[in-house]
């Protein structure tokens, strides 16, 4: 029988991968907490959680107990018309830690629909009150909300988006604010707010994972946020990826003083389990569908939406995201963060370090393309030590599960500095 990667290569179109000059892809057979094993058993720390969705570590028996009892009760049904104890115990546990505003939640399928979901309520919010011709959208440049349609529309531009640029909702981006900007960019945010009907402000409050991690303070943000509000535009905040923990507090809304009017939640929602992803409002949107006609009404709905497995194993995931053992490894891994990146201040490869919560980025101090020969090189560096990290270019980022062990996080870092040092004497590197 021939392995699991060569066989791989007869049926499947990989996502993000450009087959001809990345054809082999590492056949993962099982994983269990921080690590991966591949058909092999060679074990891989995953130092991203697999896109930041197994948070709670891979296969987690608490979730895994509470998926299978569900399994046996109920396993769909469609969620129009019908409602279950999984999505209300769901509903309830959410909003318990949601800002306190947020009041309802609509269930989708995965972190782009969740925006796109996010994207149609906020049009049809204004349209069913009459004021139909906010139709803009606004975004920050860099920004990335997903690949369907609207979510890609309101993502910064990106060469991947050429082909499809002509089929965008209307959008304006403007630059994510900090002490050197804020004062240019409010300016440019109230031209385009006298200028524009606008509708909607969508943002990665904090971090913008696909950017590289960058990050920006709360205070710059807030300024905007007090802005758009007082000028009737819904304020979306996607927690796709900084959602449920990543940037040291449930949600990085919690850090700010304008709570959003929409949230969007994905990856970490269900641990990793199966995609789901939830879009939350409040009242005053739920409101203004809330009428004797129905063509007020959401008319946008998912099979799956609501599934119960999945419902339960979210439940499950904010069980533990409130233990006392998660929230200590949130500090825990946010201090070992800080004592590495203080460690390499004066480091000669090293540009810029940054942390937030539990999320590191390194920049190293190369020029180089996003998808380059340099980031590649890392990568696989990386892997031949047993440890997945995906850089993003130069910038090589850890957001790792939160059980992730010390010894764990030390492999990581000693392996980024191993690897950069390998890169800077070319004679010795080795694949
Ligand atoms: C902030 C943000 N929004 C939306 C998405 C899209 O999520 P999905 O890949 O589940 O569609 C992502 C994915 O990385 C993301 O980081």
């Given at each position: 029988m021939s392995s699991i990667r060569d066989r791989d290569k007869k049926h499947l179109w990989h996502p993000l991968t450009q087959h001809k000059t990345h054809p082999d892809t590492l056949a993962i057979k099982r994983a269990e907490g921080a690590m991966l094993y591949d058909e092999n058993d060679k074990a891989y720390i995953d130092g991203i959680a697999s896109w930041y969705t197994c948070m709670y570590g891979h296969s987690h028996p608490y979730i895994i107990d509470k998926v299978k009892r569900q399994l046996g009760k109920l396993d769909h049904v469609v969620f129009s018309g019908f409602t279950h104890e999984p999505a209300v115990a769901l509903s309830e546990s959410l909003i318990s830690i949601l800002p306190d505003n947020q009041e309802k939640i609509f269930f989708s399928d995965n972190g782009s629909t969740s925006v796109d979901v996010a994207i149609k309520m906020a049009l049809q919010y204004h349209y069913n009150r009459g004021?139909?011709?906010?139709?803009l959208i606004l975004s920050f440049e860099d920004g990335f909300h997903g690949d369907t349609f609207g979510a890609m529309s309101v993502s910064g531009l990106s060469v991947y988006n050429g082909p499809f640029e002509a089929f965008f909702i209307e959008v304006q981006r403007i630059p994510v604010p900090h002490a050197g900007n804020i004062e240019q960019v409010k300016k440019q945010l109230a031209e385009i707010l006298s200028a524009e009907n606008v509708a909607a402000f969508i943002f990665e409050p904090l971090v913008q994972g696909a950017a590289a991690m960058k990050m920006h303070e709360a205070k710059y943000l807030d300024e905007l946020l007090t802005i758009t509000k007082a000028q009737g535009v819904v304020n979306i905040a996607d927690?796709?990826?900084?959602?449920?923990?990543?940037?040291?507090?449930?949600?990085?809304?919690?850090?700010?003083t304008i709570s959003p009017d929409i949230m969007c939640m994905s990856k970490s929602l269900t641990g990793g389990i199966s995609a789901m992803a939830i879009t939350s409002c409040t009242q005053e949107i739920y409101d203004a569908f809330?009428?004797?006609?129905?063509?007020?009404?959401?008319?946008h709905g998912h099979t799956y939406s609501a599934n119960p497995l999945t419902c339960t194993a979210a439940k499950a995931c904010i069980e533990l995201l409130q233990s006392k053992e998660i929230q200590d490894a949130i500090q825990r891994i946010h201090r070992k963060h800080h004592e590495f990146t203080d460690s390499l201040k004066?480091?000669?490869?090293?540009?810029s370090t940054r942390v937030c919560g539990v999320i590191c980025a390194v920049e190293v101090n190369v020029e180089t393309g996003r998808y380059g020969n340099y980031r590649d090189k890392i990568f696989a560096l990386f892997m031949k030590r047993g440890v997945f990290l995906r850089p993003l270019g130069n910038v090589i980022y850890i957001l790792p599960p939160?059980?992730?062990?010390d010894e764990q996080l030390d492999t990581i870092y000693h392996t980024i500095l191993e690897v950069l040092e390998i890169m800077n004497t070319p004679a010795s590197v080795e694949y």
């Open positions: 004021d139909e011709q906010r139709q927690e796709v990826m900084t959602g449920f923990g990543k940037a040291g507090t449930h949600f990085a809304s919690d850090q700010l809330y009428d004797d006609s129905i063509l007020k009404g959401f008319f004066d480091h000669k490869l090293i540009k939160f059980v992730i062990s």
